[in-house]
């Protein structure tokens, strides 16, 4: 038997002079999203839900944000 190790995604670019990195967190159940908000618009574009320190590392490497860049709503 064989065991694979899963392959990390590729490294996703986004604009980073009109969006910024958001995590959405709600009050009542906990639940965190992450992803990017428009500047102009305020639109939220969700891309990945937050279960643990090891999704949000993930999506720290996948899009090349630093941790200090994001901003939480509630």
């Not at 990017?36 to 643990?52: A, N, Q, V, Y």
């Amino acid at each position: 038997m064989m065991f694979f190790r899963r392959k990390r995604p590729p490294v996703a670019a986004y604009d980073k002079t009109g969006k910024i990195p958001v995590i959405r967190s709600s009050i009542c159940t906990g639940e965190q999203t992450a992803g990017f908000k428009d500047l102009t618009s305020g639109r939220f574009e969700e891309l990945m839900l937050i279960r643990g320190e090891d999704d949000l590392r993930e999506f720290l490497y996948r899009y090349q944000v630093e941790e200090s860049e994001i901003k939480r709503e509630w």
